[in-house]
């Protein structure tokens, strides 16, 4: 039984069309997957900055301890200047 010229365009047209689509969609979808890439790795990268911003920040901060201990030895010193500053009014 042989298929009329007609029917095997029709078939070729679809197969044709498949085809395209198929491109099509492969295309798309590989522009896709590495947009996704992309982002994820730039992702990363801010996650990684984001760490060693933290840790600068956290190096260069003053501890609750070390303040009161500076304020205490600037407070130490003013107390002795007072004293000598009062030593020199007696005289």
Do not use: C
């Amino acid at each position: 039984m042989r298929v009329p010229r007609l029917a095997a365009r029709a078939t070729r047209g679809k197969f044709v069309d498949l085809v395209l689509w198929n491109v099509a969609l492969t295309g798309a979808l590989t522009l896709v997957s590495w947009f996704a890439k992309t982002m994820w790795a730039e992702q990363q990268r801010l996650n990684i900055l984001l760490n060693r911003t933290r840790e600068e920040v956290a190096r260069d901060y003053v501890t609750k301890a070390e303040v009161h201990a500076d304020i205490n030895r600037v407070m130490h010193r003013l107390e002795q200047l007072d004293s000598k500053l009062d030593r020199l009014m007696e005289r």
